[in-house]
């Protein structure tokens, strides 16, 4: 049974760096899913964020994020990352990760999801 655990957030300035981690735990192994991050603002829909494969060779963003989050995954670590820099308080919201078989950017092709983690970012 695949777990994700999201760890990593917290109350930053605007402006702050911050990284998220995702563990990953199941029967399969963690280099046979692609990762996802995606996040909810209070009273918003799930917005995708970012999106890596297997190796970690090819990664996808979205438009409110590129340039400024990179997305990156030690398999060694059954871990993926979300570095966030730049943040701002529309970045503000809870942060999931998610994993499936191919990457994805579409909330309903995750299978796995994680807990999430609250980040919030103040003016």
């Known amino acids: 049974q695949v777990q994700l655990v999201e760890s990593g957030g917290e109350l930053v300035e605007t402006g702050a760096s911050l990284r998220l981690s995702c563990v990953y735990s199941g029967g399969s192994n963690f280099e046979s899913y692609a990762m996802g991050w995606f996040r909810q603002a209070p009273g918003k829909e799930r917005e995708f964020v970012a999106t890596i494969d297997w190796t970690g060779d090819s990664t996808y963003y979205g438009d409110s994020v590129k340039g400024r989050f990179t997305i990156s995954r030690d398999n060694a670590k059954n871990t993926v990352y979300l570095q966030m820099s730049g943040l701002k308080p529309e970045d503000t919201a809870v942060y999931y990760c998610?994993?499936?078989?191919?990457?994805?950017?579409?909330?309903?092709?995750?299978?796995?999801w994680g807990q999430g983690v609250q980040v919030t970012v103040s003016t």
């Open positions: 998610a994993a499936d078989r191919t990457p994805a950017i579409r909330e309903a092709d995750f299978r796995y």
